[in-house]
């Protein structure tokens, strides 16, 4: 008895729509015994079956063909083998057409809440694994020890088989910030999504060097462009969340130069010269020390918004953490709406939401007694609050924490002073240890972190 498997395409599988939203999907089938004949393939979703379409001629133990122009959606599809007035059939079920994200960067990227706090899968979301398996996207979505690339292995390979089953069974952490973005995506525009894991706690930008990319599998660069080229090597954009292992003396000046080439390189590796690159701002300095360099990274990525195109920054100063690091599943859920409404205006052109408040002018009155900072990207107004906090002036080497305030017509703060403050001054937001910071609009978007900025 002749036997057949289908190889391509596999249930929960996501194919890249192209910009008319359709899609090649690629058909493979291997057979147990050589035959002559045809096969052909046809698609259902809610309404009734396609035709049968004519794919090409089986002449051996395996075919590879497409079935082209899949439109954008969910599908059952059937793969019909005919020889010898046999028939055989597969089925993959289901099937989607829609858009690919990466998901890159650190621990906060592959997800840190605890797992009482889990997002619940629905159909239209699905990921590719570390394993290079499609599935629907179910928290955790990051498991390292399964991953075929060598990068990403924490134990030697003849321990990882034993590592793998430990963690599976032992795991109580690992909800993120993904699912939430792409249910929110699929929420508002139909389109299914597919998750690609690529990220890796604790790596550095240079660690994540496009320079690595001839290492293919055994860095953590070749690694994710390995896996594009695999689904093939077309998506709709990238979520990064990193930083925290850059916020240092010795790494942190080259961050800002290190992340732009890194962009790029992603860009220019999938020929995509305007790829949405979509990334969070580190959130609250909550480990020992002053924080230096790690202000120094939130200002990195607070210039970087404006020196890439089609890019834009998710603020998280206002989160809540599990430890000294990580988010806690609450507010990576929080960053993921956040992260899809900037999807949603990006890429999408659905003006969902602005981008929250940012720092638009600095305007002095002609003493320099009282500062004006007027804000754009404002969702509303801004939220009232008793006091303005998270405010720091320096002049002449001196800190001075401010009482500031909301302007009457909620869209810019107002700082009072009782001298004259000096040309050459600088202004801060949200840094230092454990800032408090309350300055949000209508959506409870925050003012992110910024300085030190010249006023």
């Keep these: 008895m002749i036997t057949a498997?289908?190889?391509?395409?596999?249930?929960?599988?996501?194919y890249q729509r192209n910009e008319k939203s359709v899609s090649d999907i690629s058909i493979e089938v291997v057979l147990s015994d050589p035959v002559t004949g045809r096969?052909?393939?046809?698609?259902?979703?809610?309404?009734?079956?396609?035709?049968?379409?004519?794919?090409?001629?089986?002449?051996?133990?395996?075919?590879?063909?497409?079935l082209p122009d899949v439109p954008v959606g969910q599908h059952l599809l059937d793969v019909r083998i005919s020889f010898d007035s046999k028939t055989i059939t597969l089925t993959a079920d289901p099937v989607f057409v829609g858009d690919l994200w990466i998901l890159a960067g650190q621990s906060n990227m592959e997800g840190c809440g605890k797992n009482i706090d889990l997002e619940m899968p629905v159909t239209g979301v699905s990921c590719f694994y570390m394993g290079d398996t499609?599935?629907?996207?179910?928290?955790?979505?990051?498991?390292?020890?399964?991953?075929?690339?060598?990068v990403n292995w924490n134990v030697p390979e003849e321990e990882r088989e034993q590592a793998i089953r430990t963690v599976r069974q032992e795991r109580s952490?690992?909800?993120?910030?993904?699912?939430?973005?792409?249910?929110?995506?699929?929420q508002h525009t139909g389109v299914p999504i597919g998750l690609i894991m690529c990220a890796h706690g604790g790596t550095s930008m240079s660690q994540w060097d496009p320079g690595l990319i001839g290492e293919e599998g055994r860095s953590f660069y070749g690694a994710?462009?390995?896996?594009?080229?695999?689904?093939?090597?077309r998506v709709k954009g990238c979520l990064w969340y990193q930083g925290e292992a850059d916020a240092n003396e010795k790494a942190a000046p080259d961050y800002l130069e290190r992340t732009i080439r890194w962009v790029n390189s992603l860009r220019s590796d999938l020929s995509s010269p305007e790829l949405p690159f979509i990334y969070a701002q580190l959130s609250v300095f909550h480990i020992n020390g002053d924080g230096k360099w790690w202000n120094r990274i939130q200002q990195d990525q607070f210039e970087l918004e404006s020196k890439i195109k089609h890019a834009a920054m998710v603020p998280t100063i206002d989160a809540t953490l599990s430890d000294a690091i990580h988010l806690d599943a609450?507010?990576?859920?929080?960053?993921?709406?956040?992260?899809?409404?900037?999807?949603?205006?990006?890429?999408?052109?659905?003006?969902?939401?602005?981008?929250?408040?940012?720092?638009?002018?600095?305007?002095?009155?002609?003493?320099?007694?009282?500062?004006?900072?007027?804000?754009?990207?404002?969702?509303?107004?801004?939220?009232?609050v008793e006091q303005v906090y998270g405010i720091l002036m320096i002049s002449g080497g001196v800190?001075?924490?401010?009482?500031?305030?909301i302007g009457e017509d909620r869209q810019h703060i107002v700082i009072c002073f009782q001298e004259p403050v000096p040309v050459g001054s600088k202004l801060l937001h949200g840094v230092g240890y454990n800032p408090t910071v309350n300055v949000k609009d209508a959506r409870s978007i925050p003012l992110p972190v910024f300085g030190p900025v010249d006023v």
């Design 5 to 14: 498997q289908l190889i391509e395409p596999i249930a929960q599988r996501v």
């Design 173 to 186: 952490n690992g909800a993120g910030l993904s699912l939430t973005f792409a249910k929110k995506i699929l």
């Design 224 to 233: 994710m462009i390995r896996k594009v080229r695999k689904l093939g090597g």
């Design 399 to 405: 800190k001075q924490w401010l009482s500031a305030s």
């Design 330 to 384: 609450r507010s990576l859920k929080e960053v993921g709406r956040r992260m899809a409404s900037a999807a949603l205006r990006l890429t999408y052109g659905i003006h969902e939401a602005e981008s929250g408040p940012r720092p638009a002018d600095f305007a002095w009155n002609t003493d320099r007694t009282e500062l004006r900072i007027s804000l754009s990207g404002i969702n509303g107004e801004l939220a009232q």
């Design 39 to 66: 096969l052909e393939a046809r698609l259902s979703s809610e309404c009734s079956p396609t035709p049968w379409r004519y794919i090409g001629e089986v002449n051996g133990t395996s075919f590879k063909g497409t």
């Design 134 to 150: 499609w599935d629907i996207a179910r928290e955790p979505l990051c498991w390292l020890q399964e991953s075929i690339d060598p």
